[in-house]
């Protein structure tokens, strides 16, 4: 999945907020900066492991931002399951 799949998806951005997606079961997918530093990263990335969800390296945090529509920059972003109504 590249990162124009970021701009129109429903999303989440940020490490707290992409945590709490996988662990509800919520992310189909993981974006991480790679400037971003691995202390921050290395919870998210096992968290991904363990549920099966792919973790796609998305460059800088500024890239990454960009792609989620924001002005600053972002060490991560999960793209979510549709909702089924």
Do not use: W, Y
Not at 41 to 62: D, F
């Amino acid at each position: 999945m590249a990162l124009e799949a970021l701009k129109d998806a429903d999303r989440v951005i940020g490490i707290k907020q992409v945590i709490k997606a996988v662990k509800r079961g919520a992310a189909v997918s993981v974006f991480v900066a790679d400037d971003a530093d691995e202390h921050v990263l290395r919870p998210l990335s096992e968290l991904c492991m363990e549920m099966g969800i792919s973790v796609v390296h998305a460059g800088s945090m500024q890239e990454l931002g960009k792609a989620c529509s924001i002005e600053v920059g972002a060490a991560a972003a999960a793209v979510l399951k549709k909702a089924v109504c």
